[in-house]
């Protein structure tokens, strides 16, 4: 890559002769600088180090990305600026850190969700998921809620299209798919993170700085899917319920409480006033334009998408802008969610 590129140095010698004391008059190309850049394979991840000089190719190989994605055929997974060097981590055969659905796993607030990958909620609470019809975003949804109630994490579904979540309501508490019921429970959940904000701050063991998690307290999910269908269908009422979204995604992470949206595009009309930018985590899913991704991931996004046939798999930005493909947990055939879940549930 460095020699293609002519990302070196050079300085024209005088050439030497047979004869050392007479000059042929020639002249040769010596390199007089060659970048420094290493290499290390650790844990399934590429680590490649590149000296920062003030040199005339630096803005290269500060920015390596697309490079190294396409070349290696590799996934970027952070990229980090030290002291004279960037480092850039990169994740190869991506596929093989898929896991599957029983290996999903929050505890101490994280979710595993790859081999590599965690959603740290508790640090970057809120998730945006994206993807059109057959990308498996029920799926991926049905296996977030299944691995939460493993904890002591209250849930609450809203599924507007009174489709798969809704299917719920027979096993769990707290779905709700009618319009009245839904912004009830969002205005409910709003109060209620409201209340325990001013009751942390009464606790004896409060102290600054401190979340949800350190005091004892149980989390709480707001897991609302067909988001933008909803807010189309609720019209001028929409204004209002954004509002009490932007308050939770502002202050939910003190208190615990997190919010989980789901559509099929991010449509910056009911994403808007900064509201999708709080959302750390997001996962784009299955086949999207590159509007799609714009409105995900922010339109001034250097990364090339690909398109594989693969259900489940997609892109997603863990909280630190760098994106990276991703793989859904796998689910068996024979998993029944309506089961398992109502035997978490109760």
Not at 108 to 131: F, Q, R, T, V
Not at 270 to 293: K, P, T
Not at 297 to 312: A, N, P, R, T, Y
Request: glycine share 8%.
């Amino acid at each position: 890559m460095i020699l293609e590129n002519g990302w070196y140095e050079t300085k024209q010698v005088q050439s030497g002769s047979f004869f050392e004391d007479i000059p042929t008059g020639k002249t040769k190309d010596k390199i007089s600088h060659f970048p420094k850049m290493y290499y290390r394979l650790e844990n399934g991840l590429l680590h490649i180090q590149t000296e920062i000089t003030l040199g005339k190719y630096q803005d290269q190989f500060l920015n390596l990305e697309n490079k190294l994605e396409s070349g290696l055929y590799c996934e970027l997974v952070s990229k980090e600026l030290h002291d004279s060097f960037v480092e850039y981590i990169l994740l190869y055969d991506t596929i093989n850190s898929r896991i599957s659905i029983d290996e999903v796993i929050a505890q101490n607030g994280s979710l595993k969700l790859m081999d590599s990958m965690y959603w740290e909620y508790d640090k970057l609470p809120h998730m945006l998921i994206a993807g059109g019809t057959g990308g498996g975003k029920t799926y991926f949804i049905l296996t977030l809620i299944e691995a939460l109630l493993k904890t002591d994490a209250k849930l609450y579904i809203l599924d507007p299209k009174n489709a798969d979540l809704a299917d719920l309501a027979t096993v769990m508490p707290d779905v709700y798919y009618k319009k009245d019921d839904m912004t009830a429970c969002i205005d409910q959940f709003y109060e209620d993170m409201m209340t325990r904000n001013e009751e942390m701050k009464q606790m004896s063991n409060y102290k600054t700085g401190e979340n949800y998690a350190y005091l004892g307290l149980p989390a709480r999910f707001l897991i609302f899917d067909e988001y933008t269908s909803f807010m189309e269908m609720i019209g001028k009422e929409s204004i209002k319920v954004m509002s009490k979204l932007k308050q939770i995604v502002m202050l939910g992470r003190q208190s615990g409480f997190f919010l989980i949206l789901a559509c099929q595009r991010p449509d910056a009309k009911y994403l808007g006033d900064g509201i999708r930018d709080q959302f750390n985590f997001r996962v784009a899913l299955g086949r999207m334009s590159e509007l799609g991704y714009g409105m995900m991931f922010g339109s001034d996004v250097q990364k090339q998408f690909f398109l594989k046939q693969i259900k489940g798999r997609g892109y997603v930005d863990k909280g630190d802008n760098v994106i990276s493909e991703f793989y859904t947990p796998l689910v068996p055939k024979e998993h029944d969610f309506l089961n398992e879940i109502a035997k978490l549930a109760q």
